[in-house]
């Protein structure tokens, strides 16, 4: 008799090249724009409250989008269903994508395969790895019937992975993990 399992790994998301690039670009424009609604108040063309409203939404607008570069990724597996959903700065909740463990084309390491995988035709792409390159990160290839066939890359930990492997097909299974 099988027993019910339920492993759930969440990992957050290190800053990467893209994320300072990203932060940085904004803090400039938000800077020109400061400086300029600066300019505009001390010249009183126009009333001042109005650049001051806009002051205050440019700096909303550049705290909310340095604070959505903070991610965190939820793996979760339930008796074989298999969920991944990405947290922002603890505001929202989205799914990427889910599937059952059998439902499982293809797994592996995915810097061992990423130039061939870049040429495998799938619906979706989906990264939730610890890095955006991937790096000591697995990958699944999966049938989805919300995404399709969905490229699922993923930074799971060991008690996650041997969660699937009971789930998955046998012959797969023996293929990617031996004899274990």
Same mark, same amino acid.
């Given at each position: 008799?099988?027993?019910?399992?339920?492993?759930?790994?969440?990992?957050?998301?290190?800053?990467?090249?893209?994320?300072?690039?990203?932060?940085?670009?904004?803090?400039?424009?938000?800077?020109?724009?400061?400086?300029?609604?600066?300019?505009?108040?001390?010249?009183?063309?126009?009333?001042?409250?109005?650049?001051?409203?806009?002051?205050?939404?440019?700096?909303? *607008? $550049?705290?909310? =989008?340095?604070? #959505?570069?903070?991610?965190? !990724?939820?793996?979760? +597996?339930?008796?074989?269903?298999?969920?991944?959903?990405?947290?922002?700065?603890?505001?929202?909740?989205?799914?990427?994508?889910?599937?059952?463990?059998?439902?499982?084309?293809?797994?592996?390491?995915?810097?061992?395969?990423?130039?061939?995988?870049?040429?495998?035709?799938?619906?979706?792409?989906?990264?939730?790895?610890?890095?955006?390159?991937?790096?000591?990160?697995?990958?699944?290839?999966?049938?989805?019937?919300?995404? *399709? $066939?969905?490229? =699922?890359?993923? #930074?799971?930990?060991?008690? !996650?992975?041997?969660? +699937?492997?009971?789930?998955?097909?046998?012959?797969?299974?023996?293929?990617?993990?031996?004899?274990?």
């Amino acid at each position: 008799m099988m027993t019910d399992v339920f492993v759930e790994y969440m990992l957050k998301k290190k800053f990467g090249p893209k994320d300072i690039a990203i932060c940085a670009g904004a803090l400039l424009l938000g800077g020109f724009l400061i400086a300029g609604c600066v300019i505009l108040m001390m010249g009183s063309v126009i009333p001042p409250m109005i650049p001051f409203f806009v002051m205050c939404a440019v700096l909303y *607008g $550049v705290y909310w =989008l340095i604070s #959505s570069r903070q991610i965190e !990724y939820e793996y979760s +597996i339930t008796n074989g269903d298999i969920s991944i959903d990405q947290i922002t700065n603890r505001r929202s909740r989205k799914r990427l994508t889910s599937f059952d463990a059998r439902a499982i084309e293809e797994m592996g390491k995915y810097a061992e395969n990423a130039q061939r995988l870049k040429s495998r035709r799938v619906d979706k792409t989906i990264f939730a790895s610890l890095t955006d390159d991937g790096a000591d990160a697995w990958y699944v290839i999966a049938k989805s019937r919300k995404t *399709g $066939v969905t490229l =699922l890359v993923f #930074s799971p930990d060991d008690r !996650y992975i041997d969660a +699937i492997k009971p789930f998955m097909d046998r012959r797969l299974r023996f293929e990617i993990f031996g004899r274990q």
